[in-house]
């Protein structure tokens, strides 16, 4: 006699993504349609453990995230998600399993099934160029947002991410000056570069903003070097009107670094003509003057950090070595190269020693600069105010005009006239939190 048994019978499987997997009964052992790409964006109050509760359930149907986006914005998060499902899965079925988890989560979720063709399309955007383009101002206020958004729409570029580098500000700004930094993440290329050029200066000018504009690429992301300028740079002051003052040649000398600075007159015999106006003066002022000079805004801010983060620093200077030095020592900088004041007798002779530090020579150093350390010339940041510093400034992977003589602004690839020298490290990327004050 045949023996019978209650024994449930096997259920069919099928195998996706090489994992076993029940199939209904009567279904095929093989995916009943191609894989399909949703994306899925989520708005609402964020608390902990959102984001871990929505792709628990996408595992269920064993999804592959392609690509994902997630900000919180004043405890609201904004999550998008892209996702492929396998032909095994109802991508119908999935989204209203998502807009239903998302209910009982507190959240919103809208839904759209992305076509082949445009998710092509998509994959082969990949290859455009990418670039960086960084808003710094005391208070980003809607005008200038709308006016660097305009530009860059009319340029031809996407937006990718835009992020806020600076801190959170208080309600009520109290005497300490403010800075306000927004990195915009750009994707393709600018239709027009000498007309966004121009653009990006005139909106620097008529809104009262710094605008840098940088390739984004390894160089921009691995910086090693900086190299600073010293008078009106790292110092309020010019040094050398400090000392004139001393030798009671306070105008003259005033007048001739002034017409230096905007490139009026040769450096190298400005410099002679200057350093001669303080033949005689004692030795013992030098110190005298050094205590007086003040630091520009964010000097120690941005040399403590960059210190901190690695990096090598130098003054190149066309000033005077004793007062590189002594910034050197309060400010921890690697290396210093300027003029060598002449003192015979405890007094100054109204000569200088050795190769004037001029602008060749600066542009010079710094190339030698990044030889010794074993890097490329993309990987500097240079930073200075005059004409003596465009060389600098053009061989550098970053060049700065650094509250700069007109001349030196609309020449230099990057200007920043509205904060201090620490917002050089949002132009690296960094980020308030990360920084010691």
């Not at 792709?55 to 999804?63: A, G, M, P, V």
């Not at 099934?113 to 980003?140: E, H, M, N």
Request: hydrophobic share 40%; net charge neutral.
């Amino acid at each position: 006699m045949p023996v019978t048994t209650n024994a449930p019978k096997p259920t069919p499987t099928a195998v996706v993504n090489d994992s076993i997997l029940p199939s209904p009964l009567g279904t095929s052992s093989l995916p009943t349609r191609p894989p399909t790409i949703v994306l899925l964006r989520f708005t609402g109050d964020d608390c902990p453990g959102l984001t871990a509760s929505i792709s628990e359930r996408l595992h269920r149907f064993n999804c592959r995230v392609i690509d994902v986006n997630q900000a919180v914005i004043h405890r609201s998060l904004l999550l998008g998600m892209l996702v492929q499902i396998p032909g095994t899965e109802d991508p119908e079925r999935l989204i209203r399993k998502m807009r239903r988890k998302s209910r009982k989560l507190g959240l919103k979720c809208k839904a759209k099934i992305v076509c082949d063709p445009d998710y092509d399309a998509w994959v082969k955007r990949q290859g455009k160029s990418r670039f960086i383009l960084t808003l710094l101002s005391r208070s980003v206020t809607a005008e200038q947002f709308a006016a660097v958004s305009r530009l860059v729409s009319d340029q031809g570029l996407n937006i990718d991410v835009i992020t806020r580098l600076s801190g959170r500000p208080e309600r009520e700004p109290g005497d300490e000056l403010t800075r306000a930094c927004v990195e915009f993440s750009l994707r393709g290329d600018p239709t027009d570069a000498n007309a966004l050029k121009a653009s990006l200066l005139e909106l620097s000018n008529r809104l009262n903003l710094d605008l840098a504009w940088q390739r984004d690429d390894a160089f921009r992301r691995n910086r090693r070097i900086v190299a600073l300028d010293m008078d009106s740079t790292l110092l309020q002051a010019e040094v050398i009107d400090e000392l004139a003052k001393e030798a009671g040649a306070g105008e003259k000398v005033s007048a001739i670094t002034e017409a230096a600075m905007r490139g009026e007159i040769d450096f190298d015999e400005s410099l002679r003509q200057r350093v001669q106006s303080l033949e005689g003066l004692p030795e013992s002022v030098l110190p005298k003057v050094a205590e007086r000079l003040q630091l520009t805004e964010g000097a120690e801010r941005l040399l403590s950090n960059l210190r901190r983060f690695g990096y090598t620093t130098a003054i190149l200077s066309g000033g005077f070595t004793y007062f590189g030095e002594h910034l050197q020592k309060l400010l921890g900088i690697d290396h210093v190269h300027a003029n060598q004041l002449e003192i015979v007798d405890g007094k100054l002779t109204g000569r200088v020693l050795g190769p004037i530090v001029n602008a060749e020579r600066k542009a010079l150093l710094l190339e030698q600069l990044a030889e010794n350390e074993g890097v490329d010339r993309k990987q500097m940041i240079a930073i200075g105010d005059g004409a003596n510093d465009l060389p600098m400034l053009s061989r550098a992977g970053l060049g700065i005009a650094f509250h700069a003589k007109p001349i030196v602004r609309e020449s230099a690839e990057h200007r920043m006239s509205t904060l201090g020298l620490d917002a050089v490290l949002y132009l690296l990327g960094v980020r308030d939190r990360d920084l010691v004050e």
